[in-house]
């Protein structure tokens, strides 16, 4: 079972892109980043050559005595025995982050061999790259991050009927009411999703197995390689309080304010002991963070409080499966739902504008009285976004946000159907991933 991932419609841009520079495909570890090279190497490319540096530890030798793409390209050519032509061959260096000398031969493959396709995958690249010693092609190289399987891409290999039918409701943008039959069974899929989440190998042993516990098996597996890398690429004095904080990530989420506390890592703690681990596990992809702001102006990052804000996990699953959390609860809605659906649906929404926005995404509070749970920032506006988790969307805060700072438009995204009342749109949590193209 293969899913279809919406990064290729990018890959094959920057393929035929004349400002083309080696590709770093950044993303979380198993968010499928490596089979997405393959893939595109197989569709778009008469053949590709595939190394990882990871696993395939004796080409590190031969990057570190040369930086010569043409000497490069013939050593790969002849251990991988493949005709490496640069028009038609693509070169995957996967787990790049594990050979810096694989790093900086990026800046020669784009001065002196231009033509030759390079894609690179690393899950820690960002963290890799505050070791001592690293150095990064700076201006050399593009970027591109792979993100968790999004619902609208769940979505055909759950039911493609239910898929066709969004995407030409989403293409005719008339903001209409969806009929019923359509809404129910979205609303279904929704929560299903929600339940799984968007690991790839997750959603392939449900899809196949139909079996929750399976489904748990698989994400705590996840779960649990996460924790291993922690002892591989952090300095042991600190491994600790990154396990302390990882662990006690959903602790703060569990809560009411869902604003960070370190108290509730550790008793006593204090920024200074954690925010290292904070910025690590940020800058690894295995959480989201979100920044209080206060005053909603142009440009939002001017005015944020950096020392206020919400680390959300990196796919909604991971987070269920963390706060033990059972399928059923979602799936019927029973009281231990109640407790947590805010949680998980706060971070699906999250998930789905950092695809489409980046990472650049806030929230707003007015004292204890009012939060909006984000704030985004599009074309030179900024646009409040409320997420409800039920069909009930009573709610003071984002009435007051209006009242006082009058958006051009808002959005409210709830499991009622899509309503759209002048500058306020009401849209049903299952087409969060189109919010770019609706507004």
């Given at each position: 079972?293969?899913?279809?991932?919406?990064?290729?419609?990018?890959?094959?841009?920057?393929?035929?892109?004349?400002?083309?520079?080696?590709?770093?495909?950044?993303?979380?570890?198993?968010?499928?980043?490596?089979?997405?090279?393959?893939?595109?190497?197989?569709?778009?490319?008469?053949?590709?050559?595939?190394?990882?540096?990871?696993?395939?530890?004796?080409?590190?030798?031969?990057?570190?005595?040369?930086?010569?793409?043409?000497?490069?390209?013939?050593?790969?050519?002849?251990?991988?025995?493949?005709?490496?032509?640069?028009?038609?061959?693509?070169?995957?260096?996967?787990?790049?982050?594990?050979?810096?000398?694989?790093?900086?031969?990026?800046?020669?493959?784009?001065?002196?061999?231009?033509?030759?396709?390079?894609?690179?995958?690393?899950?820690?690249?960002?963290?890799?790259?505050?070791?001592?010693?690293?150095?990064?092609?700076?201006?050399?190289?593009?970027?591109?991050?792979?993100?968790?399987?999004?619902?609208?891409?769940?979505?055909?290999?759950?039911?493609?009927?239910?898929?066709?039918?969004?995407?030409?409701?989403?293409?005719?943008?008339?903001?209409?009411?969806?009929?019923?039959?359509?809404?129910?069974?979205?609303?279904?899929?929704?929560?299903?999703?929600?339940?799984?989440?968007?690991?790839?190998?997750?959603?392939?042993?449900?899809?196949?197995?139909?079996?929750?516990?399976?489904?748990?098996?698989?994400?705590?597996?996840?779960?649990?390689?996460?924790?291993?890398?922690?002892?591989?690429?952090?300095?042991?004095?600190?491994?600790?309080?990154?396990?302390?904080?990882?662990?006690?990530?959903?602790?703060?989420?569990?809560?009411?304010?869902?604003?960070?506390?370190?108290?509730?890592?550790?008793?006593?703690?204090?920024?200074?002991?954690?925010?290292?681990?904070?910025?690590?596990?940020?800058?690894?992809?295995?959480?989201?963070?979100?920044?209080?702001?206060?005053?909603?102006?142009?440009?939002?990052?001017?005015?944020?409080?950096?020392?206020?804000?919400?680390?959300?996990?990196?796919?909604?699953?991971?987070?269920?499966?963390?706060?033990?959390?059972?399928?059923?609860?979602?799936?019927?809605?029973?009281?231990?739902?109640?407790?947590?659906?805010?949680?998980?649906?706060?971070?699906?929404?999250?998930?789905?504008?950092?695809?489409?926005?980046?990472?650049?995404?806030?929230?707003?509070?007015?004292?204890?009285?009012?939060?909006?749970?984000?704030?985004?920032?599009?074309?030179?506006?900024?646009?409040?976004?409320?997420?409800?988790?039920?069909?009930?969307?009573?709610?003071?805060?984002?009435?007051?946000?209006?009242?006082?700072?009058?958006?051009?438009?808002?959005?409210?995204l709830s499991l009622k159907n899509l309503e759209k009342n002048d500058d306020l749109i009401?849209?049903?949590?299952?087409?969060?991933?189109?919010?770019?193209?609706?507004?």
């Amino acid at each position: 079972m293969k899913i279809n991932r919406n990064i290729l419609n990018d890959l094959t841009r920057w393929k035929d892109s004349p400002y083309r520079n080696p590709l770093v495909l950044q993303g979380a570890r198993q968010v499928g980043k490596s089979f997405v090279l393959k893939k595109f190497g197989e569709q778009y490319f008469e053949n590709y050559c595939y190394i990882n540096f990871d696993f395939e530890k004796e080409h590190k030798s031969e990057f570190a005595k040369t930086k010569d793409p043409v000497r490069l390209v013939s050593y790969l050519s002849m251990v991988k025995g493949i005709n490496i032509k640069p028009e038609s061959t693509l070169i995957i260096f996967d787990e790049i982050q594990e050979c810096n000398d694989a790093l900086n031969s990026l800046k020669y493959f784009n001065e002196l061999m231009p033509n030759q396709a390079v894609a690179c995958a690393g899950s820690l690249l960002g963290v890799a790259l505050k070791r001592e010693g690293s150095s990064f092609p700076v201006g050399n190289v593009d970027f591109f991050t792979l993100y968790p399987v999004s619902f609208s891409e769940f979505l055909p290999v759950f039911n493609d009927n239910l898929y066709r039918y969004v995407e030409n409701y989403v293409s005719a943008r008339k903001l209409d009411t969806i009929p019923d039959i359509f809404h129910n069974q979205l609303i279904e899929a929704y929560k299903i999703y929600l339940c799984c989440g968007g690991m790839p190998e997750t959603i392939v042993r449900f899809l196949e197995t139909k079996n929750w516990e399976e489904t748990d098996s698989t994400n705590n597996k996840i779960l649990t390689a996460y924790a291993l890398d922690f002892a591989k690429h952090i300095d042991s004095k600190d491994i600790p309080r990154i396990h302390r904080l990882w662990q006690n990530i959903q602790d703060n989420l569990a809560k009411e304010d869902r604003k960070f506390k370190y108290s509730l890592i550790e008793k006593n703690a204090r920024a200074r002991e954690y925010e290292n681990s904070v910025e690590w596990l940020v800058f690894s992809g295995l959480v989201n963070r979100t920044f209080e702001v206060q005053t909603p102006r142009l440009p939002l990052s001017a005015y944020k409080n950096s020392s206020a804000f919400k680390l959300y996990m990196v796919d909604s699953g991971l987070l269920r499966t963390k706060l033990r959390l059972t399928p059923l609860a979602i799936l019927q809605g029973d009281k231990l739902f109640t407790e947590f659906k805010g949680i998980l649906t706060e971070n699906y929404v999250l998930q789905s504008l950092t695809r489409q926005f980046g990472n650049e995404i806030y929230y707003w509070t007015s004292g204890n009285r009012a939060e909006i749970e984000f704030m985004l920032e599009k074309n030179s506006r900024i646009i409040p976004v409320e997420v409800k988790s039920s069909a009930n969307i009573k709610s003071k805060s984002l009435s007051e946000y209006r009242k006082k700072y009058q958006p051009e438009l808002s959005i409210r995204l709830s499991l009622k159907n899509l309503e759209k009342n002048d500058d306020l749109i009401n849209l049903p949590l299952y087409l969060a991933d189109y919010i770019e193209i609706l507004i």
